[in-house]
């Protein structure tokens, strides 16, 4: 994903660590703020994944890490659900200096949360989805019982959440305790969604239901059936991202015409090492998303280079049959083309600079369903060979580099 990192100042003053996930055309149609889980950072596999779900449907992310965590400054200790509240308002207020105003909040486990309690607070807010979300900021004392006692009596203590150490002072507990997001969520009055997995053993399935029962129309529900806390399962947490990307279709302004930060008719976009060989397409003005399998490195998280040439072939194949028969008013329900894509050597190859020269060749099978006689079916075929990718693979191509 194409990121620009960037630091704003949080409700304490001090720099919170942050990154803007743009989309390939580098011309996002809206801006989303993502705010992580407890014990989690912007940088976890998770939320990497659950913003390239959106970022490859034109949207734009901000991620940080809140006052204290990951590569923000600020003392943890210091700071209590409140205070995160207001760091979602900083970067909301970031957003609206040097880009464009946040149309929605996502966030994941405590930061659902607090997602919820910031809504209001943000007027562009249209949108909110949480996952694995607690219905009730305090459901965080429920993974420090044993350490609610000595905090009440020394006025802090060092506990153990998701397995990493953190210092909470009595005035994090009074924070929590003090909020009632039930009574919130009953005062919103902005489109929700909850992703939540039923099975969920940091923050039970029940705590979704209680959301959504205070929850107004338009809500919706999504279950993330068999995924844990952290959306640990690469598969999870990208379903997550394009499920939320989808749904918010419906509740965000788009401009009418998406703009691309190219001349051409295609971008594509690779990122850092870390993305691997994960790249985002805008082609004609929709997002698509290429990659490598896992066992040359890659993510997976779409199809190969490949892959497109042959649904390029296939594409066009079918297109062009339905063309055909639609003029021809033809009885066709169904047109299937399968394509592979191999690449053999040819010994009567006559275009071959040396005998060790592969050719590249496109096994293409059609299935036509529909009433047709043999002589329909015979000309479809035909056809078949005169679409215009076709014709573009069989003719002879150059194609010229340059430095933009």
């Known amino acids: 994903m194409k990121k620009e990192n960037i630091q704003f100042e949080g409700s304490r003053g001090d720099k919170l660590s942050a990154v803007i996930h743009f989309p390939a055309d580098d011309h996002p149609h ?89 809504a209001n607070k943000i007027d562009s807010i249209s949108a909110i989805a949480t996952i694995g979300a607690p219905a009730q900021a305090e459901h965080v004392l429920n993974l420090i019982e044993d350490k609610k006692e000595e905090i009440q009596k020394n006025g802090e203590a060092k506990v153990n959440i998701g397995g990493r150490p953190f210092k909470i002072k009595k005035q994090f507990l009074d924070d929590l305790q003090s909020k009632d997001n039930l009574k919130k969520i009953e005062n919103l009055r902005k489109s929700i969604l909850i992703l939540h997995s039923p099975q969920d053993q940091t923050v039970g399935i029940s705590n979704a239901a209680s959301i959504y029962e205070k929850a107004h129309h338009p809500k919706s529900f999504i279950s993330l059936d068999g995924a844990d806390h952290l959306l640990s399962n690469k598969e999870d947490s990208i379903y997550a991202g394009e499920v939320i990307a989808t749904w918010a279709n419906r509740y965000i302004e788009k401009p009418d015409k998406q703009k691309i930060s190219t001349e051409s008719q295609t971008v594509a976009f690779i990122g850092k090492k870390e993305d691997q060989y994960t790249t985002q397409i805008v082609a004609e003005g929709h997002h698509l998303i290429a990659d490598e399998p896992e066992d040359v490195g890659g993510n997976n ?104």
């Not at 003029?327 to 600079?353: F, M, P």
């Not at 060749?361 to 000309?379: C, M, N, W, Y």
């Not at 075929?381 to 573009?392: F, L, M, S, W």
């Open 30 to 118: 809206n801006y989303v703020i993502f705010a992580h889980c407890f014990t989690c950072n912007k940088n976890l596999n998770a939320v990497r994944n659950i913003i390239l779900g959106m970022t490859k449907k034109g949207f734009a992310v901000l991620s940080f890490d809140f006052t204290g965590l990951g590569q923000s400054e600020g003392d943890f200790s210091d700071t209590n659900f409140s205070s995160n509240i207001e760091d979602l308002i900083k970067a909301s207020n970031y957003l609206k200096e040097n880009h464009k105003e946040a149309s929605m909040l996502v966030g994941h486990s405590l930061g659902g949360a607090a997602v919820l309690m910031a």
């Open 301 to 404: 998280f779409g199809t190969s280079p490949y892959g497109l040439l042959t649904s390029a072939l296939a594409a066009c194949t079918a297109i062009t049959l339905r063309m055909y028969a639609n003029r021809k008013d033809w009885d066709v329900d169904e047109i299937l083309v399968h394509v592979d894509q191999d690449q053999r050597y040819d010994e009567d190859s006559q275009d071959c600079e040396s005998e060790n020269s592969k050719i590249t060749f496109f096994d293409r099978s059609i299935e036509i369903k529909g009433t047709l006689d043999e002589k329909q079916r015979k000309r479809l075929i035909e056809i078949a060979n005169k679409c215009p990718v076709h014709k573009t693979l069989e003719s002879k191509i150059k194609v010229e580099t340059k430095e933009k």
